[in-house]
């Protein structure tokens, strides 16, 4: 096996008539993190679900560990694979902890496993276990709420995480910071990541590869440094804040001299 | 003779009327939930039935009660003079709310708690017993309510086919022109109402799991500000 967990070929999908992806190719190798930037309704998350198989391709296909999603079992699949999303979606009734516990729940783990693993994934992200695992999803941050959400896809130690738009629901400061944390995490972890977001920063930050998606098209894919060089007009529109930002600071710093 | 005095006079007869009143609301409700529950799940499985049966349960409730006890005389088996005639008219009354709200609470579980369950691994079935039927026990239980506050109010007619309960003073206060006796029946199927009120508004508290009803995403995730829902 060439080392790809995850491998599109010629995978298009429609949605009412409507062509939301087309001709996608794509492989996401073993340990890296590969990030689909894009802005809204370019497909990412479509391609996202298709790895989950929350969708089914509309033709081509899409192997998971080298075999196509259609001859997975969806439950065996999902469960081999952690799901986050940009609305967490905790659920409300349960604690933190049994919220973490989902699948090692539905994997009918013992009850000392599941409370070891959640005491541990907690700690690893930065929540002291003995103050969260009793407390509701309603008496958390937002930042907070998404590290559980993080958590609880790692509960299983799926080799494979998908995250769509984790963090674009927190403020600047604790997005940045849980960024910084997830980077150190996942050095430590080693996961299969397929990341989706629509922010330029987020993908060079985290991405060990990029690609680049409209209209339902990779456009460009690789390394972020050859991301920066590439002259795709779509690139140079995702730039063009950034540069923006970087003028502004130049105007600033001299008038103030 | 004041109404205190028939009360005390008549007590075993007062008792043992409401005991059938009573008996034919609980009947009739608990076999409404075991219909209506169901066809709430199911209509959030299969959209195609939504129409179809919250449009049979919405006719149902169309038809005069009086009418519809009436009817049911005539129908063999489940039919007939009685009470199996009156629990079957009152299961029919009962379906619409529990119907309707099942459905709701469903609905109302937000998408998001659905997309992490299911991607995640959860299968339809765990997804619903574990998350959007605990989620929505307390409109589903609101349902309950007012199918079951409802139902003691229609069962009073159902005296005029021979099933017993409050309405039997009722009618007869009305036939020979005596307040007192209507008052006998009225009054106490009015206490009854509220007391069941009051026994499942306290249920509904008690099982409603915590954080249920708390605000998660800044959306009214409150229980009963939906349109349509009955609470």
Known sequence: ?257 | MSLWQFLLENGNEVLSLTGQHLWMVFVSVLIAAAIGIPAGVLMTRRPGLEKGILGFASVVQTIPSLALFGFLILVPIVGGIGASSAIVALILYALLPIVRNTFIGIRKVDPAIREAGLGMGMTDRNLLLQVELPLSLGIILAGIRVAAITSVGVATIAAAIGAGGLGVYIFRGVASVNTTLILAGAIPAALLALLMDFGLNQLERYLSPPGANQEVRGDSARRGNAKGVVS
């Open chain 1, 1 to 257: 096996m060439s080392g790809a967990v995850i491998e599109f070929v010629q995978v298009s999908h429609t949605i009412l008539g409507n062509r939301v992806l087309s001709d996608l190719n794509l492989e996401v190798h073993r340990g890296e993190t590969f990030v689909l930037l894009g802005r809204s309704g370019c497909g990412k998350t479509t391609t996202l679900k298709l790895v989950n198989r929350l969708l089914d391709p509309s033709s081509g296909r899409v192997n998971v560990e080298g075999r196509s999603t259609r001859d997975w079992d969806p439950i065996r699949l999902r469960r081999g694979i952690g799901y986050v999303i940009q609305e967490v979606g905790l659920f409300p009734h349960r604690t933190v902890a049994q919220n973490i516990a989902l699948v090692p729940s539905l994997e009918k783990w013992d009850e000392a496993r599941t409370r070891n693993r959640v005491e541990e994934l907690l700690a690893l992200l930065g929540l002291e276990p003995k103050h969260y695992v009793d407390r509701f999803p309603w008496q958390l941050s937002g930042g907070q709420r998404q590290r559980v959400g993080v958590a609880r896809a790692l509960a299983a130690d799926p080799p494979i995480l998908l995250m769509d738009e984790p963090f674009g629901a927190l403020d600047p400061l604790t997005r940045s910071e849980i960024q910084q944390e997830f980077q150190s995490l996942q050095q430590r972890l080693g996961k299969t990541i397929l990341f989706v977001t629509h922010d330029l920063a987020e993908a060079l930050r985290l991405g060990t590869r990029i690609g680049l998606m409209k209209d339902g098209a990779l456009k460009v894919s690789g390394t972020a440094s050859k991301l920066l060089v590439s002259d795709d007009p779509e690139i140079k529109l995702f730039l063009e804040p950034l540069r923006a930002l970087v003028e502004l600071g130049e105007t600033l710093s001299s008038r103030g001299n």
